[in-house]
Nanobody, 122 residues
Framework: VQLQASGGGLVQAGGSLRLSCAASGRTFSSYFMGWFRQVPGKEREFVAAGSRSGSIYYADSVKGRFTISRDNAKNTVYLQMNSLKPEDTAVYYC?????????????????WGQGTQVTVSS
């Protein structure tokens, strides 16, 4: 599986962005998809994830502001980010795996996209 993340950019605090992660492969609908973010010098941080059965998980820091969704027909997972804050500034990565038991742990995912930069100005 190859993942291609896009949609990052510069936005003012309170604004919105939608990240996309396009996946190759015919079995996209069966994959567990996740979003993580990382700031230089800090550990990678879980943001959101969605299972193939529709279970959704969010980090407390983004709950109520971010929404993960997927379009299996387009082999794409999205991260809608609203009410953005300067502390959301990071490189955002999408990840995938056929089975994930600990959704918040990045090392449990096999496939990773290249990352897209999100910068929120105050």
């Amino acid at each position: 599986v190859q993942l291609q993340a896009s949609g990052g950019g510069l936005v003012q605090a309170g604004g919105s962005l939608r990240l996309s992660c396009a996946a190759s492969g015919r079995t996209f609908s069966s994959y567990f998809m996740g979003w993580f973010r990382q700031v230089p010098g800090k550990e990678r941080e879980f943001v959101a994830a969605g299972s193939r059965s529709g279970s959704i998980y969010y980090a407390d820091s983004v709950k109520g502001r971010f929404t993960i969704s997927r379009d299996n027909a387009k082999n794409t997972v999205y991260l809608q980010m609203n009410s953005l804050k300067p502390e959301d500034t990071a490189v955002y990565y999408c990840a995938a795996d056929s089975s994930v038991t600990e959704v918040t742990i990045g090392s449990k995912y096999t496939y990773w996209g290249q990352g897209t930069q999100v910068t929120v100005s105050s």
